[in-house]
């Protein structure tokens, strides 16, 4: 698996093949995690839309430092609380459909989250559903490739992204 600069070019060619142009606009989102029984975890959530198994992410705020964009995401997406990690475990490309019809390439920067707190009412709570899952297991549990790597990556070396 790419890393670094490599992984980004790498990607970005992707999206290109995929869409045929560069990402256009920015989202964060969050892998909230925890130690469980001596194995990591991963919190998965339903999308709104569609049902399908993704990771609390969303827009940045005017000036909001990114990982803590990723933070509050998982705050209303997921009633997830705790210590997020400033560095970036990776970052994928997937088309967003937009209540119009119309598709918008995204490019999306993940930031792991080790749980703290887990709320019983949160914002989103009618419209998702949350669970945490193993890695393993996770990896299957997401429709996009690039963010199925990224999961298996942090889930080997979770200990480079301390927060």
């Known amino acids: 698996m790419l890393m670094g600069p490599q992984a980004h070019e790498h990607l970005a060619e992707r999206v290109r093949k995929l869409f ?9 989102a969050a892998l909230p995690w925890r130690e469980q029984d001596g194995s990591v975890e991963i919190m998965l959530i339903t999308s709104r839309d569609t049902g399908r198994w993704v990771l609390p992410k969303g827009w940045p705020e005017a ?16 009633g997830l609380s705790g210590r997020i990690s400033p560095i970036e475990a990776g970052r994928y490309f997937y088309a967003k459909a937009l209540p119009s019809g119309e598709e918008v390439p995204c490019e999306v920067l993940v930031f792991p989250l080790k749980v703290g707190a887990i ?14 899952v193993a890695c393993a297991e996770a990896e299957h549990m997401v429709a996009e490739p690039d963010l199925s790597q990224i999961i298996a990556y942090f889930c080997a070396n979770r200990h480079q992204f301390a927060a």
């Open 119 to 132: 709320a019983e009412r949160w914002k989103e709570k009618r419209a998702r559903t949350r669970r945490w």
């Open 20 to 28: 045929g142009t560069v990402p256009l606009r920015l989202q964060v």
């Open 63 to 78: 000036r909001e430092p990114l990982c803590d964009a990723a933070a509050r995401e998982a705050g209303e997406e997921a």
